[in-house]
């Protein structure tokens, strides 16, 4: 009855999301649950076409790739990035939004995921070597002079320092605490 409503978005979506549960039983059973995905996909990506505004279906769809992408990746197949990139997408897209492929990529668990300066793995923080490098300047500072640590010029280099030395408190209030003392006490 709903393949033959092809019009229909909502039918499709209906008929998707009963692949999709099949593609989740079938995983559960140590079976290939990918041809289902695929099914449910080649169901779901026509509607979403010729209707943008179909959000529902937006969503399934992006809820569809995410399950293919999550699949794909616990099992090694390479093709799982591109999944879960098309259904990181689809969500975005679905709230009006759209995204730079230039400005795009994949930070993994791993490495460092620094998103407009800060490091955002599993706490927000500063990146160690900006925080070596502020207690580096402070404390040659005590000796040679603050001015003597402007090696890049800046015309003012006192308030560029507070600046950056206030950044980090709005990440990092306790070590920001420490870094604005140590400069409050230079001349």
Sequence with gaps: MLLRQADNPYASDVYAGCLVMAAEGAQAAGQDPVPLFHKALSQLEPAV??????LWGLNDLAN???????????????????T?????????????????????RVMRRGS?????????????????????????????????GLDAQNREG???FR?????KIAFVSMV??????KLKAALDTLA
């Design 154 to 156: 800046r015309p003012n």
């Design 49 to 54: 076409q010729k209707n943008p505004y179909f």
């Design 64 to 82: 569809v790739y995410l399950a293919l992408g999550g699949y794909q990746q616990r099992h090694g197949d390479p093709a799982a990035r591109g």
């Design 112 to 144: 460092m995921q620094t998103v407009t300066g800060v490091i955002v793995n599993d706490k927000p923080s500063i990146c160690r070597e900006e925080l070596r490098r502020l207690r580096a300047i402070l404390h040659r500072a005590k000796t040679e």
């Design 172 to 177: 990092r209030p306790d070590v920001g605490a």
């Design 159 to 163: 308030a560029w320092l507070a600046g």
């Design 84 to 104: 879960l990139l098309k259904a990181v997408h689809g969500i975005v897209e679905a709230e009006g939004f759209k995204i730079h492929p230039d400005k795009t």
